[in-house]
């Protein structure tokens, strides 16, 4: 049971994060690139690896702006929108878009779409480890993702996962990331928490007193918050004192 959002939030303040929690989906794992285009060309639609890549950037940067006008979580609308993006902007004419829709909502609903991860993830992830620091995951998810982690070799070196599907409330609701801490057991200022989504991930982790930083791959992002390309990237940031 998660705790109430008027839990009180400890204020302790260590020297590092003693924990990272990650988000998920756009964050450890992607949706497979390769899967998608064998979508498309089902529907007789030709695109490539690089062009879809930069349209799920452009698909992400709209639908963070869709959360920060007031639309949250993973209500079916909100992602439609971000497909459409990503359909429409990687070559998916408007005659298609509908059959590819279908075909990816199945596609996902029958087999874990997010799949993909990005190569140096494991090592990076054990370099943390092995530098003293805990892992774990909370996730707007659909309940799955505790096993999609498991599947592509990520969930060992987490200490739990945190689904919105399984807890029932999502980011960035303050209640998803006070169960998060309750389960390290850690005041909130000694964890950091690593997304994708500023106004998902940043402001509900800033929300009950933790620091985040924002991955930006594309490194055009705005945001407020320090950010970096990749998880890849993130011990390197912590040893310069998150600078």
Do not use: C
């Not at 279908?102 to 530098?131: F, I, N, Q």
């Not at 993702?145 to 409330?169: K, N, P, Q, W």
């Amino acid at each position: 049971m998660i705790p109430d959002a008027t839990s009180p939030i400890p204020t302790e303040v260590g020297e590092r994060p003693r924990a990272i929690l990650f988000d998920a989906g756009n964050t450890l794992v992607f949706a497979d690139r390769l899967r998608i285009l064998e979508l498309y060309r089902a529907e007789g639609v030709e695109s490539d690896e690089e062009r879809i890549f930069r349209a799920e950037l452009q698909a992400r940067a709209e639908l963070a702006s869709r959360v920060r006008d007031g639309i949250v979580g993973t209500e079916p609308y909100l992602w439609k929108a971000y497909f459409q993006t990503l359909f429409r902007q990687s070559g998916v004419p408007p005659s298609a878009m509908d059959a590819v829709g279908r075909r990816l909502v199945a596609t996902h609903a029958e087999d874990h779409l997010w799949t993909l991860v990005e190569p140096g993830t494991a090592e990076a992830l054990t370099s943390l480890l092995d530098a003293g620091y805990r892992l774990a995951v909370i996730s707007n998810a659909d309940g799955r993702m505790e096993s999609a982690l498991e599947r592509v070799g990520l969930r060992r070196y987490m200490e739990f996962v945190v689904d919105s599907g399984v807890v029932g409330v999502e980011k960035p609701d303050p209640r998803i990331f006070l169960e998060g801490l309750r389960r390290l057991g850690l005041p909130a200022a000694e964890a950091l928490y690593v997304g994708d989504l500023y106004p998902v991930d940043v402001v509900g982790a800033r929300g009950v007193g933790m620091e985040a930083v924002l991955l930006d791959p594309s490194g055009e992002l705005t945001w407020p918050v320090p950010r970096i390309p990749s998880v890849l990237e993130l011990e390197a940031w912590l040893s310069r004192g998150g600078g």
